[in-house]
């Protein structure tokens, strides 16, 4: 079965530190991945989509980057964070043209 | 007209009651409509969903409603119980490059009284 990893789960960085989230996927090949946003008490803001490695479509443009090196591994990095970047980040994938995702537990980051 | 409006933004319920959230789209693009379950703490689950092509789908206690004249769904939770309390997403989506794109309603906060 599939099933999708991301950590950590929570995270406090300072303001102007680096940061590194990742996310990876088993038990599928070629997955779509997809990094959403949640600031506290409200929707899901999509922020970057991958459809295959090295592929990297970017919804919002802002401090984050995103990146795909292998098949079934997506990270989300900043090289100085905000506070605004502080929210709960979830990772997502699904299977190609299927509809639906599966998410990830996601990361509480709170930038300070 | 991306927008996929949801309402309302929070709810109470008493346990054994039905739990209805609307929501309303504007691009008749989308062709499948999923809601979404999130607990505190955990990223959303699927729920349920429903393609455009026919009225209503029922799972257990779970229903949608569409309406596709209108450009309407809803979510009917019945006999509503305290587990059933989390945050429900709705949302629309549509074919896009290499898979599908999806908008997500703003969210309904369901708290289910004991």
């Known amino acids: 079965s599939q099933t999708i990893h991301q950590w950590p789960a929570t995270l406090v960085q300072p303001v102007g530190s680096p940061l590194s989230l990742e996310c990876t996927v088993e038990?599928?090949?070629?997955?779509?991945l997809y990094w959403y946003r949640q600031a506290a008490g409200r929707g899901l803001q999509l922020l970057f989509y991958?459809?295959?490695?090295?592929?990297i479509s970017s919804e919002v443009p802002q401090n984050l980057s995103a990146s795909r090196p292998q098949d079934r591994q997506f990270i989300l990095s900043s090289k100085k964070l905000l506070l605004s970047d502080s929210g709960f980040y979830l990772c997502?994938?699904?299977?190609?043209?299927?509809?639906?995702?599966?998410f990830g537990s996601g990361t509480r980051l709170t930038v300070v | 007209q991306q927008q996929v409006k949801q309402s309302p933004q929070s709810l109470i319920v008493q346990k054994g009651g039905i739990s209805i959230i609307n929501c309303a789209y504007e691009?008749?693009?989308?062709?499948?409509f999923p809601w979404y379950q999130q607990f505190p703490g955990k990223g959303p689950a699927l729920l349920i969903a429903?393609?455009?092509?026919?009225s209503e789908k029922k799972e257990g206690r779970f229903t949608i409603s569409f309406n596709k004249s209108a450009k309407q769904f809803s979510l009917h939770i019945m006999d509503s119980q305290p587990g059933d309390s989390a945050t429900y997403f709705c949302a629309a989506s549509t074919p896009d490059t290499g898979g599908f794109k999806t908008i997500f309603g703003a969210g309904t906060r369901l708290f289910v009284k004991a």
């Open positions: 997502a994938w699904a299977p190609g043209v299927v509809y639906g995702y599966t």
């Open positions: 038990g599928t090949s070629n997955p779509n």
């Open positions: 991958s459809v295959g490695i090295g592929q």
């Open positions: 429903i393609r455009p092509d026919v």
């Open positions: 691009n008749t693009a989308f062709d499948y």
